[in-house]
């Protein structure tokens, strides 16, 4: 199995803020890697696949980066609905979670 | 869009059932699979399987021996049964879009998911 993790589990910024988030693989995964948005009582947005792909609607201050085991996502000038829980997901064997990164005020 | 619906309570050792009703697209595109991602309370996402309208399931292992997926093309609908369910499958329930790429995919487009819980 393919364990993730991100770091940190919690960020506390302020808008306007740039905010970078980190996921790592506990194996190579090429660039096979997604990042999601989930807000309080929603379903999670893609934001982010193949680690550096912009989802098609997602605002460009939204960036990915990284391949094999270490990606970053990062924020450029956090804007009020940023606020959220972060999570990546790798798929280069099946699909595995990363535990989340809730970004807070 | 994508829409679950199901019962919301189900007892401990029997089967969960859920549809996912598929609108604005054809469930029979080519390239894409149609798959269910749990959320229990207050934690993490955990993928449970997927399936292509040809037939072709793709499960977690780590679910696999209770977890089937189908789809009905007719009914532009997808389904999940869960068996022997226990407290550790209470979770809310998402069906999703399932772009297929390497050896998994990503999951493009989400219902709004609903809670299925596990109790007597």
């Known amino acids: 199995d393919i364990q993730m993790t991100q770091s940190p589990s919690t960020l506390s910024a302020s808008v306007g803020d740039r905010v970078t988030i980190t996921c790592r693989a506990s194996?190579?995964?090429?660039?096979?890697l997604a990042w999601y948005q989930q807000k309080p009582g929603k379903a999670p947005k893609l934001l982010i696949y193949?680690?550096?792909s912009l989802q098609n609607g997602v605002p460009s201050r939204f960036s990915g980066s990284g391949s094999g085991t270490e990606f970053t996502l990062t924020i450029s000038g956090l804007q009020p609905g940023d606020f959220a829980t972060y999570y990546c997901?790798?798929?280069?064997?099946?699909?595995?979670f990363g535990p989340g990164t809730k970004v807070d005020i | 869009q994508l829409q679950e619906s199901g019962p919301g309570l189900v007892k401990p050792s029997e089967t969960l059932s859920l549809n996912c009703t598929v609108s604005?697209?054809?469930?029979?595109?080519?390239?894409?699979?149609w798959g269910w991602v749990r959320q229990p309370p207050g934690k993490g996402l955990e993928w449970i399987g997927s399936?292509?309208?040809?037939?072709?399931?793709y499960y977690n292992p780590s679910l696999k021996s209770r977890v089937t997926v189908s789809v009905d093309k007719s009914k532009n609908q997808f389904s999940l049964i869960l068996s022997s369910v226990t407290a550790a499958d209470t979770a809310v329930y998402y069906c999703?879009?399932?772009?297929?790429?390497?050896?998994?995919?990503?999951?493009?487009?989400w219902g709004q998911g609903t809670l299925a819980t596990v109790s007597s």
């Open positions: 997901q790798q798929y280069h064997v099946y699909s595995t």
């Open positions: 194996q190579t995964i090429s660039d096979w």
């Open positions: 193949k680690a550096s």
């Open positions: 604005g697209a054809s469930i029979s595109t080519d390239g894409y699979y």
């Open positions: 399936m292509y309208y040809t037939g072709s399931p």
């Open positions: 999703a879009r399932h772009f297929i790429a390497a050896a998994g995919g990503f999951f493009d487009y």
